[in-house]
């Protein structure tokens, strides 16, 4: 069964860089879309960034030029690399991923796109 586990999350002040990792296993899809979502207290999820099997990435507005999403094939994980951190990034940030081989993927940055969750690793930025 497919697992994902998040970590690499805490506590930064404003400006400051966090790495999370997403560690995959349970299954072995030859194409595949994972990313990266959040969701703040009192709001609704939403795509961060994500990477499919072919290296092509997606990333919010809010994220550009701050985070990148990379992946390790031989260590299947997922990395999200967050830099010059803001408050407004303070959420909880969850792992997912979709087998995408046989019926493909619609928006990838929309979490109805994904079928597979992590339990999430709380990220807090303080200013």
């Known amino acids: 069964q497919v697992q994902l586990v998040e970590s690499g999350g805490g506590s930064v002040q404003s400006g400051g860089s966090l790495r999370l990792s997403c560690a995959a296993s349970g299954y072995r899809y030859s194409s595949y879309s994972m990313g990266w979502f959040r969701q703040a207290p009192g709001k609704e999820r939403e795509g961060v960034a994500t990477?499919?099997?072919?290296?092509?990435?997606n990333y919010a507005d809010s994220v550009k030029g701050r985070f990148t999403i990379s992946q390790d094939f031989t260590k299947n994980t997922l990395y999200l690399q967050m830099n010059s951190l803001k408050p407004e990034d303070t959420a909880m940030y969850y792992c997912?991923?979709?087998?995408?081989?046989?019926?493909?993927?619609?928006?990838?940055?929309?979490?109805?796109?994904?079928?597979?969750w992590g339990q999430g690793t709380q990220v807090t930025v303080s200013s």
């Open positions: 990477i499919d099997s072919d290296g092509r990435t």
């Open positions: 997912a991923v979709e087998p995408t081989e046989r019926y493909g993927l619609g928006d990838p940055l929309s979490l109805e796109s994904y079928t597979f």
